[in-house]
């Protein structure tokens, strides 16, 4: 409980509010956001400060990432940036509209929010002849270019 308690700003606050039962266990504690399969790998992380992730597809990465952001684990965040940009990039461009999305939800995902920027404005063929460019919503399209959508 220290290692999870020092590690991670979420648990820190889960563990110091949680009640204890009458044996000084804490009741079950609920992280509704974060698959159980998930949190396996983050704890393994937790605890020996390691994660290896060629054995994780990247759908499998971006949950990881995701949830070590709801835990508050900024180290986690940064290396799984730089991993998914330096390894995945096809991916990431082919999947733009769910990277786009994940990285402007949160503002620990600036690395990812970089990657779509320089996408759009060096290369931004790769994503309009994208086979998902039709799924992606106009409030995104709209973003990407402050001058669309406004009357002269």
Not at 57 to 63: E, L, M, N, P, Q
Not at 72 to 101: D, H, R
Not at 121 to 134: A, I, M, R, T
């Amino acid at each position: 409980m220290v290692i999870l308690h020092y590690r991670s700003t979420c648990l820190r606050r889960i563990l110091s509010t949680n009640k204890r039962k009458n044996d000084g266990t804490l009741f079950h504690i609920k992280l509704q956001n974060i698959l159980p399969e998930i949190f396996q790998i983050i704890l393994r992380y937790i605890y020996s400060g390691r994660i290896t992730l060629e054995e994780y597809d990247t759908s499998d990465i971006i949950k990881i990432l995701v949830a070590g952001s709801e835990l508050g684990l900024q180290e986690l965040i940064t290396y799984l940036q730089s991993f998914l940009i330096k390894t995945k990039a096809n991916w990431m461009e082919q999947n733009f509209n769910l990277i786009y999305q994940i990285s402007f939800e949160d503002d620990s995902f600036l690395e990812l929010q970089k990657f779509c920027t320089d996408l759009t404005s060096k290369e931004p063929d790769k994503l309009f002849k994208s086979l998902k460019f039709s799924s992606i919503p106009e409030k995104l399209l709209v973003s990407l270019n402050p001058s669309m959508g406004t009357c002269a």
